[in-house]
């Protein structure tokens, strides 16, 4: 079995930050992608920024230049420093790796219970 769980989440006023972290844990052989998705009511789940197991990264161009997605392989976790929030980056953010569990013949998709992130003005 594999947990994802996030934390760091929390209210903060416009222009502020926030860092995010999700901790892997499980019967983990290996991680390949890790990424975090963020969903704001009645929208769809939107792909925020992705770090593969190489450490090459990709971001939403909505986010470019203000958060920054980060992995610490020894510890299976994965960090989102946000900053310069603004108020439509309100949404619940999750979690999600790829990960091959022992003795699986291929990775599989995993997702975090999703931590909420409240920009006010």
């Known amino acids: 079995q594999v947990q994802l769980v996030e934390s760091g989440g929390g209210l903060v006023q416009a222009g502020g930050s926030l860092r995010l972290s999700c901790v892997v844990s499980g019967s983990i052989l290996s991680i390949n992608s890790m990424a975090w998705y963020r969903q704001a009511p009645g929208k769809q789940r939107e792909l925020v920024a992705a770090?593969?197991?190489?450490?090459?990264?990709n971001y939403a161009d909505s986010v470019k230049g203000r958060f920054t997605i980060s992995r610490d392989n020894a510890k299976n976790t994965v960090f989102l420093q946000m900053n310069s929030l603004k108020l439509e980056d309100t949404a619940v953010y999750y979690c999600?790796?790829?990960?091959?569990?022992?003795?699986?013949?291929?990775?599989?998709?995993?997702w975090g219970q999703g931590t909420q992130v409240t920009v006010s003005s």
């Open positions: 770090v593969s197991s190489g450490g090459i990264t």
């Open positions: 999600n790796a790829d990960v091959r569990r022992v003795w699986a013949p291929k990775s599989s998709p995993y």
